[in-house]
Every structure is written in C-alpha cells, then in structure tokens.
C-alpha cells in the first residue's frame, strides 16, 4: 500500500494542473509581403537578400565596357547628331524643312501646310520608315 499512495497523489497532482492548463490557437502570420506578411518587412528582407549574395553579374561588366569603349569623339558625334535631329524637327514648327544625313540614317522633314512628313531611310538596309502627322498649323 505503500507505492499506491504516491501513484495516487502523482495521479491526482496531474489531473488538478491538467485541469487548470487552458490551450490557446497557434496562428502563423508569415515574415515575407509576397505571402501575406507586413509590407513594412519588405526592404529589410531584399537589403538582407542583397547582402548575402555574392553572385556577380556578367552583364554588367558588358554595359561598363561598352559604355568604356566608346571615345570622347563618339560621344560628341551622338551628342551633336541629337542636337541637330533637334533643331530640325523644331524648325519645322516655323515652316521650315530639311534633311539630315547620318552614318547610319538619312532623314528627310516635310512640311506641306500643316501635314508634317519625316522619311527615315536606313542605309544599311535601304528600309524606309514614314512618319505622317496632320493638323500642326490651324
């Protein structure tokens, strides 16, 4: 009889805290904005995304080479190019028409009272683009 009572007293020790015990839901509320997370967790996640990543990109070394590869005088080319494609389509707003010949394009603004006509001729290919706008001048 001796073993029985502290079994006995183990047992009903157990069932009293067992009956005080009350269980409450697990809810998961994921970390990550693209599975339902805080939006705020968003910029933490990518900058420590960023930070582990140690994968280069090869494409960046191309585009710093070839903007690298072209020489000051390249650059002015295009720059000018740019600016004189510029001046011409503005003159056309004071009736005014012309043409503009590049390496690569020759451009031809028509202005014929009020229906403004850009040819785009490409060299290489002899390919013919047409642009055609009416009602610039009332």
Same mark, same amino acid.
């Given at each position: ?7 006995? #007293? ?5 069932? #009293? ?7 409450? *839901? ?7 904005? &693209? ?13 420590? &995304?960023? &930070? ?13 080479? #070839? ?13 000018? *190019? ?44 002899? *390919?013919?683009? *047409? ?8």
């Amino acid at each position: 009889m001796n073993h029985t009572l502290p079994a006995l #007293a183990v047992c009903t020790l157990l069932a #009293a805290v067992g009956a005080q015990v009350g269980a409450t *839901e697990l809810v998961h509320t994921p970390v990550n904005p &693209a599975f339902g997370g805080n939006p705020l967790n968003g910029t933490y996640l990518l900058n420590n &995304a960023q &930070a582990q990543n140690d994968h280069d990109d090869p494409s960046i070394a191309s585009r710093s080479s #070839a903007f690298a590869s072209t020489s000051a005088l390249e650059r002015f080319s295009n720059q000018l *190019e740019s600016r004189l494609l510029s001046q011409l389509l503005d003159n056309v707003s004071n009736g005014k028409t012309g043409s503009l010949s590049t390496d690569s394009f020759i451009i031809n603004v028509i202005d014929d009272s009020g229906a403004l006509s850009i040819q785009i001729t490409d060299r290489a290919t002899g *390919e013919i683009s *047409e642009i055609q706008v009416n009602g610039l001048n009332p």
